[in-house]
């Protein structure tokens, strides 16, 4: 069953990223052609786009580590994620990620990169301190689950192109933009691309949204339960997950572009949601799900 929901991961990747490429291209060019770039709107949203998608696969992991104040973890401090990270690598056969901390209170954990070689396991401060040995054991088991299961590819460049079409789009609708045309150039049909473009504009934030939550609520559970088949006993992760259940705590430094891709929504005021805009199944369904494995 996880042997094939991998499978179905990886072709659902290729779709979606395919997919998302498309919208950010459609995206530059009405921005462009907004602008008044003529014929070179699509040269320059081809172009752009393709140099974004390389830029952020070869990139992706500094990115997201950037944007979450993320710093590498050392042998000294860090003594017992680093055994821990070593004995579940022997255990999944899994090449070594990189292991970096958050120094934050909040409990929480996730996995970007590339691809199972170029991957990195990041921890918050506080998750080390809340959680013991077993519990940490299940938390890494669940990140090098996302790993293993090819989760990181894809939700680490949704991260980079969901924040870059915000960015975008907020400087749009904040600075506002001006075509420039003569009295006989209108015409219905330009007039009719300019509004699709608008709206366009206006939903494209909104439409990677919702593309990064689908992804990241349906992925939860495959890496829960791959994570059990790793470390052979759902007890650590199910009592962290019922420890992240009772933390009230909100991390300090985050951003909204990556909340999909920890363990648990770093915002305290998002936690309880159960909607599309949800960015994680509810705790307390994850729970029962470990629990009711045999």
Known sequence: MILKSVRDNKIQSYGIVLGFLLIVTLFIYFVCYLLDFGPMSIVIAVAFSSITSIVSY??????VLAMNNARPATEEQDQLLSSILDGLCLASGLPRPKLYVVDDPSPNAFATGRNPDNAVICFTTGIIQKMNKYELEGVMAHELSHIKNYDILLSTIISVFAGFIVMISDFVIRFGFRRRRSD???NIFDALILLVGLIFIILSPLISKLIQLAISRKREYLADATAVEFTRNPNGLIS???KLQEDDTSMKYTSNATAHMYINEPKKSQRERTDIFSTHPPLSERIA???NIN
């Open 58 to 63: 070869y990139n992706c992991d500094k990115l």
């Open 240 to 242: 962290a997950l019922k």
């Open 184 to 186: 006989n150039e209108g």
């Open 289 to 291: 799900r470990l629990e």
